[in-house]
Structures are given as C-alpha cells and as structure tokens.
C-alpha cells in the first residue's frame, strides 16, 4: 500500500511544479569618498597588491589563489597551482614588473617559490627557489618583492636571511644578508634596501653583495620588528614599524635616521608607498590610512568606512587612487588621495596585555569574547552526496563560527556559540532542476522542461545545527563534529521537511600544510578541505501530516549507510583569539586540542626569529631553476 501511494505522490509531483535567479557576485560599494570592492569570500585574507594593466589591480591572499579587480569594478579569481610537494601556496605580496607581468610571493613553509602572471590571462609561472647551495632559500617564507631591472623582481627570504633577484627565465641571483629581510625596495641610489624582523634597515649592494645595516630608536623592541619599506620623493628610503607604531626614514647620503609616530598610538603602521609628493601608510590596528609629508613631518590620518579592516598593504593604482587590502574584511579599497576620507580617525584595536604590541583584528574575531580562542570556517566549494541525491556547494554556502570551549561528557572541545551572530550560517542552494528533477529515472528530463520554470517545483537546501559542534584530534590532526539538520524547502513539502540529524566527523586537512599568513595579520588563515562518509536517516515532515515522506525518501534512497553518501568540501579556516568585550566564559579551553590550536595560531602569527650574525664576508650564488605551471 506504501508503494503505491509513494508512486502516485511522484506523478503527482511531476505534474505540479519554480526556479531562482543564481546569486550574483558582490559589487563594489562606495561609502563616503572609499570605494571596497567585496570578494566572493572574504575569509581568504587578500594582502599583497599590484596594479596591472588596463585599468586593473591583482591582489594575492594567503588562504586563497590570485585575484584580479577590472576596471568595471568586477572581481575575477585564479588558482595558484600546487607546489611539488603537492600543496598549496600561500600567495602574500604583489608587484608590478617593468615588462608588465604581474608577480607574487609564496609564503608557504613547504617549498619557498614567486610567481609571475600573465595579466591577460591570469596563468602563472612559477619558480621554485633552491634549498641547498652556499647561499639558499631554505625555510624562507618568501614575503617582500620589488620591481627589478628588465623585467626581474627582488624578493627577500627572510628566515634563510638571504635576498634573491629572479628574472622571467628562472635565473636566480642568491645574496647572503646575516638578517631575517622581510620588504624590500630599490632606492634612490639604486641599490637594494630592506626592513629586516629585528628593527634594522639593510642595504645591499647588488655589484659586491656587501650589506650595510642602519640601526632604528626601536631595534630589537616591538612584533612585527619591520613592516614595508619604499624609496620616497625626498631621495629617503622610508619604512614602517609596526611592533611600536612609527614611520622612519633612513638618508642614503649620510646615513641618518628618522622617527615619526602617528597620531593614533597602537596603530600599527604597516604597508607604505610615496605618491603626491607624500608617504601614505596604512595602519592595521586603527582601520586608517595615514599621510605624512616628509618636508614638514606632518601626519594626518583618515579612517576607512569600518575598523576590524585591518589594511595591510597600499599602492598607487588606477585613476590616481590609492588602493590597499583589508584582510579583516576580505574587501579591496581605494580612494582619491585629493579627497581622502573625513570624518575622526579609528581607535586602534586594544592590545591583549598592557605594554604588548598592537595587534590588528578582524571582524570574525569580534564574534568572540576576549581571552577565547575564536574560530570561523566557511564553504570554498565541495559537494554532498544522499542516497541518489548529489549537490554541489557554492561559495559560502555553510560556515561555522565559536570560540573554544571547556570539553563537555564526550571528552572533546565543545565550539561555543559565538557572542555576536550565528554559529551556523547556512545560505539556502538551489538545486537544479527543482522537485522533478530528483525522480528516478526521468528526473534530469523533466528537470529541463518548461515545467521546472514553475515556482512550485523550486527546490533548495539548507542546514541547522542539531546539538553540538565539538572539536578532536586525529592521528592526522584537527577534525569537527557536526550533527546537521539538512532542510528541504520548497512549497509542498512545507517548512518542515527535514534529514537528520547527520551526524558528520570531517578531519581537516590544511591544504598548504602548516597554516600560515603574513606576520602583519592578527588571526591565522589557512585553506582546508573536510570530507568523510555520513549515514543519513530517513526525511520525515515532508508535505501536511508527512505524507511526502514516502515520495522523498524513494527519490533520495533514504535512508543511506554511510558507504553510499559523503560530505566533500573546501574551505578557509580562520583562528585568532576573540576581541570582544562581553563576558569572558567560566570555562575555557584546555587539553590537547586547545594546545594544538593554540600553537597553531601562536606559529601564524609570531614567526619572528632573533636576526642571524652578519656573515663575515659578502656571498651570492647563482642558478637556474625549472619553471612550473
């Protein structure tokens, strides 16, 4: 009798039946005289940035690939390929060559490496530098990069303390510097100059390999020791610090330096460029960007549309704009230096300890309170397989947010709602070809007739939390526990129509091994994929008095064993400590897991290392490395 009446309920499906539009891609929104153009996710950090041809601006994130923002204001991304290791990269800086190609930094523990882009397409060659060899790039994490002569780059090596010129045929000049270099510039007297972790400025000089050093008011004192460094409009070579918020300057000439502090203190000046006769910097913890003029000393600030923005590097792009990243909200901003933003500039974010250095924030690390660790994971892309059901995951499409908690009778780490907003976030996905489209058989024909166009046929799926989400160690790392409730909505199944709770346990791979990002963010980024088998019950709730039941769960081949369905996804990990004021919980985390995410986060962002003793005599190596698409 059941049988019968779940075929007649799938005729009758098939006769009665809508589609929605596909969501579009954010667009560039202007608040006040700031253009940000948003990302399709923000969580992927965009840090470096470059300017490109025709009106275009390329910026490289760290939990990402490549992006390119046209002069339309669209934003198109690009894959980074794997590494021979057979991992992905950590693209962090960005460059204009003097050929017009476009270049970047990887700053990946795994292989050290720099790309360059064809603009007009947006493929990349990349190079893999040498390991081994009197001077190398071992354990390198590739960060700063500059325009060098006939279409090279300079890029510094920072924990391998070496600088490195690499020219589009893959010939690469190694320099010995003694220091831990991080940006890096060609100055006025064209040699090249380098901020170094420690607080000191560098300069080597191409011909003989020999270094000079500058000591500053502040080596030694202050994390990150160095920010980005320029060659400015006075024959100065100017930098930031970060790690004591000051912008300074060195005078080639007579080797005289310089210190200016911002109005904002903890503000943590870190990406600067010259342009107009002036030094613009941003400052990471306070959300400005800052002007100084170098004849008078004078410096003004100018706050972006919202703080936990976190601006990290700025260039001069199109139109005579200033453009720089915002990590903190995965946005690109620009705005006309003649017309810089009004209005009272941002308090910085407060430091986590009395007399410690700033720190910038981000606005998932807002959602936590203060003295948790905070973490947020969101959707890259994937797919979920249900009995004969297979759907594939948009951008975006789940994300899950908290901060770590006390364990509970499981023995693991429960994730804590965060204070602010949602844990689960689950944007509704279309399915295509609506209700019909699921039958046996004739499903992927009606599901292209005129009949899907109907608004009773519309069909999409979302997720709820159904307990708690708890956070174990497996023999390989991290891996989340999620109980889900997967939603079918559409018109005649009612609001009700529910599959759960799934229970799913998906081990998180960090697709770049080690996660990672540039020294100037306060939370750590990192690309992740979770995938495993998942037993799925039986829908129930589906049409007045569950009589659908019958007709979803043939449609589906519910319920399922775990051999037939799987959760395979992508994803951006975010971990940082929590910033907001509310109550701090009674119980915080502790035990192994804590510890390990705790490590994780204190390796992201606390990379600096003491500053190596200056070789005793000038060294450069020369090779030719293989280049890899």
């Not at 500053?216 to 980005?228: A, E, L, R, S, V």
Request: charged share 15%.
């Amino acid at each position: 009798m059941r049988h019968r009446r779940t075929r007649a309920g799938s005729i009758a499906l098939a006769a009665v039946l809508g589609l929605s539009p596909l969501a579009a891609m954010p667009s560039a929104s202007a608040d006040g005289q700031v253009t940000e153009v948003a990302l399709p996710v923000p969580d992927v950090a965009p840090v470096g940035l470059a300017a490109g041809p025709g009106g275009t601006v390329w910026y490289a994130a760290n939990a990402g690939g490549i992006g390119r923002v046209g002069a339309d204001g669209k934003v198109t991304e690009f894959k980074v390929s794997e590494n021979s290791q057979g991992r992905l990269g950590i693209p962090d800086a960005m460059t204009a060559a003097s050929d017009g190609a476009v270049w970047f930094t990887d700053l990946s523990y795994s292989v050290p490496r720099v790309g360059r882009v064809d603009p007009s397409s947006g493929a990349a060659t990349l190079f893999e530098l040498p390991t081994t060899g009197d001077v190398n790039f071992a354990n390198a994490q590739i960060a700063g990069i500059a325009p060098g002569p006939d279409g090279s780059v300079w890029v510094t090596g920072a924990f391998s303390g070496t600088i490195g010129r690499v020219d589009p045929s893959g010939n690469v000049t190694a320099y010995a510097t003694g220091l831990a270099p991080y940006g890096v510039t060609v100055g006025p007297d064209q040699a090249v100059w380098f901020s170094d972790n420690s607080g000191l400025v560098g300069r080597l000089d191409p011909a003989t390999g020999a270094v000079t050093t500058y000591e500053t008011p502040f080596t030694n004192q202050g994390y990150p020791g160095m920010g980005d460094i320029v060659s400015g409009p006075d024959g100065k070579v100017w930098f930031t610090q970060p790690g004591v918020g000051r912008i300074g300057s060195v005078d080639p000439a007579t080797g005289e330096v310089a210190e200016y502090a911002p109005g904002r203190p903890d503000s943590d000046p870190t990406g600067i460029v010259a342009h107009g006769g002036k030094l613009w910097f941003t400052e990471a913890a306070a959300s400005n960007i800052g002007s100084l003029d170098p004849a008078t000393g004078e410096i003004a600030e100018y706050p972006l549309p919202a703080t936990l923005s976190a601006p990290t590097r700025i260039i001069s792009g199109p139109g005579g704009h200033l453009w720089f990243t915002e990590p903190g909200r995965g946005l690109i901003g620009h705005f006309d230096p003649a017309a810089p933003p009004s209005g009272s500039s941002h308090p910085a974010v407060p430091s986590p300890n009395p007399g410690s250095s700033p720190v910038p924030g981000a606005r998932f690390q807002n959602q936590c309170a203060v003295e948790t660790l905070c973490q947020t994971q969101v959707t890259t892309g994937g797919n979920v397989k249900i009995g004969t059901f297979d759907q594939s995951l948009p951008n975006g499409a789940i994300r899950i947010t908290g901060s770590l908690g006390a364990p509970d009778e499981t023995g693991d780490l429960v994730l804590d709602p965060p204070v602010v907003g949602e844990q689960l976030v689950s944007k509704p996905v279309e399915v295509e070809g609506g209700l019909i489209g699921q039958l046996p058989l004739i499903g992927p024909i009606l599901g292209k007739s005129p009949a899907a166009m109907w608004e009773v046929n519309r069909l999409t799926i979302s997720q709820t939390l159904a307990g708690k989400v708890h956070l174990y160690l497996t023999d390989t790392g991290l891996a989340v526990r999620v109980p889900l409730n997967v939603h079918l909505n559409n018109p005649l199944l009612g609001t009700t129509c529910v599959i759960g709770p799934i229970n799913a346990s998906l081990p998180t791979t960090f697709l770049a091994g080690a996660p990672n990002g540039d020294p100037h963010l306060g939370f750590v980024p990192g690309a992740i994929s979770l995938e495993a088998p998942i037993d799925v019950p039986a829908a129930k709730g589906c049409g007045p008095f569950g009589i659908l039941d019958g007709v979803i769960n043939q449609m589906m081949g519910l319920p399922s064993p775990a051999s037939q369905n799987s959760m395979k996804m992508t994803g951006v990990l975010n971990l940082g400590n929590g910033i907001n004021a509310s109550n701090t919980p009674q119980s915080l985390a502790s035990g192994p897991v804590a510890t390990k995410l705790k490590q994780l986060l204190k390796a992201g962002t606390t990379q600096r290392k003491a500053a190596k003793a200056p070789t005793p005599a000038p060294k450069k190596a020369t090779y030719k490395v293989t280049a890899r698409r």
